[in-house]
């Protein structure tokens, strides 16, 4: 997870030896106009702030079945929703496999012990901005040699937007904006979340690229690789 502006480098050396650093992939499914979404809401941004080394936030935002009532709502974070069986908003799911409902911290604690004890491949960031494209390149070192999908998100804090059930102007933060690759109706990255692809043990490069849209302020950008 890269927290840095886009347009700056972050390395991080992924060595071969443990212990590597254990994160959670916080999913946030809502909307501006879910008006059930302001609790759960604040509450994960209480636990984002609580735990800021363990959990990965990323708010997709979804229209209003039927309609294109949220501006931040995106083709693919529909499809992800979709995929994922997601029913209703807000839904939030933890490294996309538990539904969690955001008011106990038990599942988080207890994926963090679990994690750290098996945990076997990180992931080091490069992005960079190249004309009009977001260049991210993925150092993904792993211990054994293994098929899995690897993708990344862009995500944009700041964003301004009335809310329903909340008076005034909301500041959305965490906001999926862009994916890399593209997701496909038929695939959804050819596997569950990524191109299923064969890795070596030990560093493997992949590198990424995103269109860049005037829209993105890059000093709210951050990007996630997992």
């Not at 886009?6 to 212990?19: F, W």
């Not at 941004?45 to 995106?74: R, W």
Request: charged fraction near 20%.
């Amino acid at each position: 997870y890269n927290g840095k502006k886009v347009g700056n480098v972050l390395r991080i050396n992924v060595k071969n030896e443990l212990p590597y650093v254990f994160r959670i992939l916080l999913d946030e499914y809502s909307g501006t106009w879910c008006v059930n979404c302001p609790p759960v809401m604040l509450r994960v941004d209480e636990m984002l702030e609580k735990y800021p080394d363990l959990l990965v936030p990323v708010s997709v935002h979804v229209n209003q079945s039927g309609s294109s009532t949220d501006p931040f709502a995106t083709s693919m974070g529909e499809l992800i929703a979709q995929k994922l069986g997601v029913t209703g908003t807000p839904s939030v799911f933890l490294n996309r496999n538990v539904d969690w409902d955001a008011s106990a911290e038990t599942p988080l604690l207890t994926m963090r012990e679990e994690g750290e004890a098996e945990v076997n491949t990180g992931i080091g960031i490069d992005s960079r901005l190249e004309g009009n494209e977001l260049v991210v390149t993925a150092y993904i070192r792993t211990q054994n040699a293994r098929n899995m999908g690897c993708y990344v998100i862009l995500t944009e804090d700041g964003l301004e937007e009335p809310q329903a059930g909340m008076d005034g102007i909301y500041t959305h933060n965490n906001v999926a904006r862009a994916f890399a690759p593209e997701p496909t109706a038929t695939g959804l990255w050819n596997g569950v979340f990524g191109i299923d692809e064969f890795y070596e043990a030990g560093l493997n490069i992949k590198e990424f690229r995103i269109p860049w849209k005037e829209e993105y302020k890059q000093e709210n950008c951050h990007v996630v690789v997992g």
